[in-house]
């Protein structure tokens, strides 16, 4: 066991602040956009332009003005996008994952024991589930790279799990308060009263961690921070208390159910 696999690689190769909870969302679509199309390379300005409507913004330049920069730029920022020029015109790719073949099953075990924990950045792989065993409670595998940081990760979950409680017709009323009891007991472990234990299960091994010296902004804002400034700050530290368990999908009940899952 040890911390050498739980950073390094991917994560650490973005020179934008993924633990804001607009970049992270910015990265999302665009790798879904890509992953929806045929074809192996996109046009830039046409991809910028379906990302600022999807996403919400009134124009390019808000979209933009919200990036800090130009569309490109900010791609230029993401290690697993490419850019080239065609025919005069710019085109961009996401980088597709090692193949299955290169995959090592690990877990990674990080104890959350006070607040700033909760702002690490868990880049959660699309093969990776999350257990936190003191509420026997998961996070499944959807087939999506997620990257935010621990306590937007949970948000989703939470705002998942209410929205579900809140909009599924015939949901017994038994089940449904289960459900908005486990939504407050999430909630109480964002106050961090108590240690508790973000594990994640992943059969490819390509989950890794990243932790970050400060609180980003709250939630909600739009505007993004400059990849610029990010570069001239001080570096961060690797992240204290992830352990990395490897090969263990064999005897894990929880990688093989997720390995049968697939």
């Not at 990849?227 to 263990?248: C, F, H, K, T």
Request: hydrophobic share 35%; net charge negative.
């Amino acid at each position: 066991e040890g911390q050498g696999d739980a950073e390094g690689g991917l994560l650490a190769g973005f020179n934008v602040d993924v633990s804001h909870q607009e970049v992270a969302r910015i990265i999302g679509e665009l790798e879904t956009v890509f992953a929806s199309q045929p074809t192996g390379w996109l046009p830039v300005a046409s991809i910028g332009e379906l990302l600022c409507r999807e996403l919400g913004y009134g124009d390019m330049d808000e979209f933009e003005d919200a990036l800090r920069g130009s569309f490109e730029a900010f791609l230029g920022a993401l290690p697993h996008v490419e850019v080239r020029e065609e025919g005069g015109k710019k085109e961009l790719r996401v980088k597709p994952d090692p193949p299955e073949s290169e995959w090592r099953p690990k877990r990674y075990v990080y104890p959350i024991t006070k607040p700033s924990d909760l702002w690490t950045v868990c880049m959660k792989s699309p093969q990776a589930m999350v257990e936190i065993p003191e509420l026997e409670f998961e996070i499944g595998a959807d087939s999506k790279r997620h990257i935010d940081s621990i306590y937007n990760h949970m948000g989703a979950a939470i705002y998942n799990l209410g929205r579900y409680a809140r909009e599924t017709p015939g949901l017994e009323a038994g089940v449904k308060d289960k459900i908005l009891d486990t939504v407050i007991t999430l909630n109480e472990l964002l106050d961090v009263d108590k240690p508790w234990t973000w594990i994640v299960h992943d059969r490819s091994g390509l989950t890794e961690f990243k932790v970050r010296a400060r609180r980003p902004g709250r939630r909600g804002q739009r505007a993004l921070p400059s990849w610029a400034e990010s570069d001239r700050r001080a570096p961060p530290q690797p992240s204290d208390g992830v352990q990395v368990q490897l090969g263990v999908a064999a005897d894990d009940e929880a990688m093989a159910a997720l390995a049968n899952q697939a």
